[in-house]
């Protein structure tokens, strides 16, 4: 089994002691299947057990070990340490309050996420013995990829756009929008559209595509604006030309 040391820097952060965030190198045997998640677990392990990062699945399917990797928004059980150099900077994600060395605040996220009202809102309310809501799979296969999201925040901390406007409500809350505003059960646009389509919401979007570059399940978040904005914009001009006949 081949093991190799590589040097982990990472960036430090503890409120309580620490006016400003700092970097510290540890000295680390990776072996040749090790993903950046490994590494800074032996860290906590074995040499500091203060660092302090998030993540639970270890299997890119909760989303919650986002970080920068040499610069680069990567979910760190993804980042298979041999496809870095001998030194690694791990950082948190970009954009977001830092809470404690790897750890983000994601109150402002959350906060927007919600706004938007990411589940169904049915037309007519069905009662238990009415059976589900059904759709075709040409219906679902129209929104598949965009309901892939597991809320890693990658797309965030690549995004030019949220990095400058703090009132953009950002790529994953807005695509799970679209997502919602597309499905085929769902009938809540004027619930989502002051969120959606007002200030902050999809126009305010450059379409760089940063978000869909490292999105790490294809979510194609860019391409779910831009359709958001056709969809907006149907719905400003079927209300202008026909009152009450909007989306």
């Not at 990411?118 to 809501?133: A, F, M, N, S, T």
């Not at 994953?172 to 009938?187: F, G, K, P, V, W």
Request: hydrophobic share 35%; charged share 30%.
């Amino acid at each position: 089994m081949t093991v190799q040391n590589r040097q982990i820097e990472v960036l430090r952060y503890d409120p309580e002691r620490d006016e400003t965030p700092r970097f510290e190198t540890f000295t680390v045997p990776c072996k040749e299947e090790w993903v950046v998640l490994d590494a800074l677990t032996y860290i906590k392990d074995e040499l500091d057990p203060s660092l302090t990062f998030r993540w639970s699945c270890h299997m890119a399917v909760c989303g919650s070990c986002g970080m920068q990797v040499d610069n680069k928004p990567t979910l760190s059980c993804k980042a298979f340490v041999r496809d870095y150099g001998e030194k690694i900077r791990v950082e948190p994600l970009a954009n977001f309050p830092i809470e404690r060395d790897l750890v983000i605040s994601q109150d402002d996220f959350m906060e927007k996420l919600q706004r938007g009202r990411p589940w169904i809102i049915p037309e007519q309310k069905r009662e238990v013995e009415d059976g589900p809501y059904v759709q075709t799979p040409m219906q679902l296969d129209d929104i598949k990829e965009h309901t892939m999201c597991i809320n890693c925040l990658l797309c965030y901390a690549a995004c030019p756009v949220y990095a400058l406007e703090r009132d953009f409500v950002g790529p994953a809350a807005l695509t799970l929008m679209y997502r919602y505003n597309a499905d085929s059960r769902d009938a809540g646009w004027d619930e989502r559209r002051e969120v959606f389509a007002g200030h902050g919401g999809v126009w305010e979007c450059s379409f760089v595509g940063a978000c869909s570059d490292v999105c790490p399940k294809h979510v194609e978040p860019a391409t779910a604006i831009q359709k958001g904005k056709m969809d907006s914009a149907v719905d400003y001009f079927t209300r202008f030309l026909m009152p009450g006949g909007g989306k």
